[in-house]
């Protein structure tokens, strides 16, 4: 079965600092997901990748898919203490994302210190 | 608010009491899924239906889950018989066909 792997698992940084989350999967990605959670609440969706090579930007939050799609990573640029939460990968376990069944990622704890 | 919604947001039972959860997807969309996080740990799937149809059940859902979206709007997941390994946040998403799943607030159940 598909596993995702999250490094790191935490990271403190200062605010204004740019900072990267990795992603790796045991498996090609079809649809690799990031998603951001606040502490006891619900997940919150940042970006969709699908295509090997793909970049998506949203405001401070870039993502990438590698050629290989088997890693994405989300790069924060100037960390702001809004950015501070739990980010999450997901993958779609179907091929083509025909069941759009998603498994994820352990998650990285982010703080950002004012 | 045109959200996913989820209620009760947490709920404390007791050892052997069933419990039942509600959710609300977004409107227009036909599929619904039910997850479950424990600290820790992301999401792991459950359940999901496509309109009134359960299409997928996980084997992490044991005899005594059952989940229900009779009219293929809200859904309903009933844990019977509760153990304290149930304790968990469960979480709701929503989607229109296989695009992005939007999630719900959850429900987080302590059993005692």
């Known amino acids: 079965s598909q596993e995702l792997e999250q490094s790191p698992q935490s990271l403190i940084v200062q605010e204004g600092k740019n900072l990267t989350i990795n992603c790796t999967s045991s498996?090609?990605?079809?649809?690799l997901y990031w998603y951001k959670q606040k502490y006891g609440e619900g997940l919150i969706f940042l970006m969709m990748?699908?295509?090997?090579?793909e970049e998506k930007s949203h405001e401070k939050i870039t993502a990438k898919l590698d050629e290989k799609k088997q890693q994405s990573s989300l790069h924060i640029t100037a960390s702001q203490p809004s950015h501070a939460g739990i980010y999450l990968c997901?993958?779609?376990?179907?091929?083509?994302?025909?069941?759009?069944?998603?498994?994820f990622g352990t998650g990285t704890l982010l703080a950002v210190q004012p | 608010d045109t959200g996913v919604s989820q209620d009760p947001r947490h709920k404390i039972t007791k050892r052997g009491q069933n419990v039942t959860f509600r959710c609300d997807p977004i409107?227009?969309?036909?599929?619904l899924y039910w997850y479950r996080q424990t600290l820790g740990q992301g999401p792991e799937f459950l359940t999901y239906?496509?309109?009134?149809?359960?299409?997928?059940k996980s084997r992490l859902l044991s005899d005594r889950f059952s989940a229900e979206r009779p009219k293929g709007s809200f859904s309903t997941l009933e844990i019977q018989r509760t153990e304290q390994g149930d304790s968990a946040m469960y979480l709701c998403?929503?989607?229109f066909g296989i695009g992005t799943q939007y999630f719900g607030p959850g429900t987080r159940l302590l059993v005692l």
């Open positions: 498996k090609t990605l079809y649809g």
């Open positions: 998403a929503s989607s």
């Open positions: 997901g993958a779609d376990e179907g091929r083509g994302g025909a069941t759009n069944k998603l498994i």
């Open positions: 990748l699908q295509k090997g090579g």
């Open positions: 239906f496509q309109n009134e149809a359960q299409l997928e």
């Open positions: 409107s227009e969309h036909n599929r």
